[in-house]
């Protein structure tokens, strides 16, 4: 068998590996992009949980922030 040959066929199970390793490697990315995938769409959901309690809370903050006021300027009004 001459050099040449060897070399080859050292060659040839090199890239035989290679090729398994970036099949592997292939597999392994498309399961974590879709794992990536369900956990932003899960964050996505939670944030429009809390704009939503964060919408009810601006809704009764500003009355219950009135009616401080009103009951602050009758306090004082009724001091005097």
Same mark, same amino acid.
């Given at each position: 068998?001459?050099?040449?040959?060897? +070399?080859? *066929?050292?060659?040839?199970?090199?890239?035989?590996?290679?090729?398994?390793? =970036?099949?592997?490697? #292939? !597999? +392994?990315? *498309?399961?974590?992009?879709?794992?990536?995938?369900?956990?932003?769409?899960? =964050?996505?959901?939670? #944030? !429009?949980?809390?704009?939503?309690?964060?919408?009810?809370?601006?809704?009764?903050?500003?009355? =219950?922030?009135?009616?401080?006021?009103?009951?602050?300027?009758?306090?004082?009004?009724?001091?005097?």
């Amino acid at each position: 068998m001459e050099w040449a040959q060897v +070399l080859v *066929i050292i060659l040839s199970v090199f890239l035989a590996l290679f090729l398994v390793l =970036a099949i592997v490697l #292939t !597999l +392994l990315l *498309i399961k974590v992009t879709k794992q990536i995938r369900s956990i932003t769409t899960t =964050a996505e959901k939670a #944030t !429009l949980k809390f704009a939503g309690a964060a919408e009810s809370a601006a809704k009764f903050a500003a009355p =219950a922030a009135i009616a401080k006021m009103m009951a602050n300027f009758i306090k004082k009004t009724k001091d005097k």
